[in-house]
């Protein structure tokens, strides 16, 4: 079926076959003058609704430019036939779409790959099969491993994230697969909003894994492939894991995230990975980075020119057209010959003094990594200096009443559990909190890069949680997270007689505290229900009927200084 205007020629569901038998469908939309660069986005999300495009790149626009533009539903999803399995056919069937789009007569053999979060992810599977006629991808808010930074974060499950996506925006596209009646598949999917309107009661169950007996498990037995292959190296995400293969990619990427994206740590290792190890000198030299203020969907519009994300308002800067981003970088990346892209290589907003600023690369080179150290004293303290005398900070973990999510890189349904720089004063009080921070500051300290941080800890536990949180106490005493990880410990791997070091990675971030503020540190053990619950026995929390309460201490001063790793941007230097 077609589709005409004076302009652009629309044909839905055309057929596009695969090697194996199996026929994918897309929309293809045709601008006048003809061949023409092609555009592709492939998505699980239904190609024909909102969620399918996420809004990156409208078609119709595209068209209109004088771009070709192919948005098809992926194998098993839409009107695309054979089994979906999420990312494990991406790869084959994203090439063999763009060598389908280079034999026809429209397209001029130049192609581009266009998608936001699952649909940045096939560009990067299919680019790494080099397939002919394929010239550039813009993969926005990437990861660059399904196991970390995607399904897990420092060993804990994306418990709430995943479970969102499976109900909400994967089990949307399953319920109207199925062989139900309408009214039937209106319930259900009553049934799943209901669920996902009040996550922290659904997933309150032990084991989680009797989750598996509900709507989750019919609607995503996936969910369930995820959380079993606990380990980073099982060959599960090998198969898949995109960091594998940089050196496979052929082609120039412009890579867009926000510094509370979820997927921020993978789209920023990919633009890494890339500079080092694509293939050539000329892809390495053809990748640039932009990083915005946003949670993971990233503002369509500003009102009254504002971004709010969570409860920061980001002003006048904060948004910019990403639509005419992507377009500009394709009109010169699918130029033949291809031109020079306009503009630095990195781009960075810098939250806080709420400023774009333009950098030569990530992690920025002038960026010093300077320890912060935890102080025993009124309240908790934070200084540059160690504190010569060692003590223990301590507090219970009970897994009944764990710590709630407020804010961050998360992707639990944003309704119950907004995105964001939240107000995380109403759990300060709670008994299962460390809190140390500097005093007011003078000067503007800007942190920019990987944040870490470096903790001593005691468990009576034999494996637990900790978790560790940056924050910009405003000087009305409001305490805004700027980052944070987790890190699980495994058993075997806590000293039963003396302190364990571990690391808790807290992803990236560009944050200008300013003066009259305070640098804060936020220490717990939980975050629920971003995260699965550690049971505190030999048990893994999918698994564990029981939990256990655990008696929790870090190590503050003396041999085993605990303390935040901070990329500090000296000051003369902004």
């Known amino acids: ?48 609704s909102l969620p399918g495009l996420m809004a990156v790149i409208n078609p119709v626009r595209a068209a209109h430019m004088g771009f070709a533009v192919i948005v098809q539903d992926v194998r098993g999803r839409g009107s695309s036939g054979g089994e979906f399995e999420p990312f494990v056919n991406e790869a084959g069937d994203g090439a063999e779409t763009v060598r389908w789009a280079a034999r026809q007569d429209w397209c001029n053999g ?38 970390e930074g995607r399904s897990y974060r420092g060993g804990a499950f994306e418990l709430g994230a995943l479970t969102s996506i499976s109900l909400w925006n994967l089990g949307a596209g399953t319920l109207l697969r199925a062989k139900l009646d309408p009214r039937s598949l209106r ?4 049934s799943a909003r209901e669920a996902l309107s009040d996550l922290s009661s659904f997933l309150s169950v032990a084991p989680f894994d009797r989750l598996r007996e509900g709507i989750l498990g019919e609607l995503a037995p996936y969910l369930f492939g995820w959380w079993e292959n606990d380990r980073a190296d099982a060959s599960f995400w090998s198969a898949i894991r995109i960091a594998d293969r940089y050196h496979r990619i052929t082609v120039p990427a412009l890579h867009v995230t926000g510094w509370f994206d979820q997927f921020h740590v993978g789209t920023i290792r990919n633009y890494e990975g890339l500079r080092k190890k694509g293939r050539a000198e000329a892809v ?29 308002d980001f ?9 005419a981003l992507q377009l500009s970088w394709f009109r010169h990346s699918l130029a033949e010959p291809a031109q020079p892209q306009p503009g630095s290589r990195v781009r960075i907003f810098v939250m806080g003094r709420n400023v774009w ?12 990594e300077t320890p912060l150290y935890l102080k025993a004293g009124e309240g908790g303290q934070l200084d540059w200096t160690p504190d010569a005398l060692g003590t223990a900070a301590r507090f219970t973990f ?6 709630p999510t407020r804010g961050g890189a998360h992707l639990v349904l944003e309704s119950a559990f907004p995105q964001g720089p939240v107000a995380q004063n109403d759990i300060l009080g709670r008994p299962d909190i460390l809190l140390f921070q500097t005093a ?5 300290l800007e942190v920019t890069g990987w944040v870490s941080a470096e903790l001593w800890v005691r468990s009576s536990a034999p494996a637990t949680d900790f978790t560790a949180k940056l924050v910009d106490v405003w000087p009305d005493g409001t305490h805004y997270n700027v980052c944070d990880g987790i890190r699980r410990l495994r058993p075997g791997e806590i000293d039963p007689d003396g302190w364990t070091r571990i690391i808790v990675e807290m992803g990236a971030t560009s944050q200008a505290f300013l003066p009259g503020h305070r640098i804060a540190f936020h220490i717990s053990s939980s975050s629920y229900p971003r995260f699965d619950i550690a049971s505190n026995t030999l048990e893994p929390a999918r698994l564990a009927a029981v939990r256990e309460t655990a008696r929790q201490q870090v190590s503050v001063g003396g041999e085993h200084p605990s303390r935040l790793l901070l990329p500090i941007v000296p000051p003369d230097k902004h």
């Open 1 to 48: 079926m077609a589709t005409r205007s004076p302009d652009i020629t629309i044909h839905l569901d055309v057929e596009v076959p695969m090697s194996d038998g199996v026929v994918l469908r897309a929309d293809v939309y045709l601008p006048r003058k003809q061949p023409a660069p092609t555009l592709i986005s492939r998505t699980p999300y239904m190609k024909a």
């Open 110 to 147: 130049r192609i581009g790959l266009f998608g936001s979060s699952y649909m940045g992810a096939t560009q990067l599977q299919a680019a790494a099969e080099q397939p002919e006629g394929l010239k550039a991808i813009c993969p926005v808010q990437a990861v660059s491993d399904y196991h």
């Open 187 to 190: 319930e259900r999917f009553a």
């Open 284 to 312: 390495r030299e053809g990748q640039k980075l932009v990083i915005g203020p946003w949670a993971h969907y990233p503002p369509k519009s500003s009102l009254l020119g504002a971004v709010k994300v969570g409860d920061v």
């Open 315 to 323: 002003g006048l800067e904060a948004f910019i057209d990403l639509e």
């Open 357 to 368: 600023r333009d950098e030569p690369d990530w992690p920025l080179e002038r960026a010093c």
């Open 398 to 403: 009970d897994p009944a009443d764990p710590m």
């Open 440 to 444: 007011v500051l003078e000067e503007e």
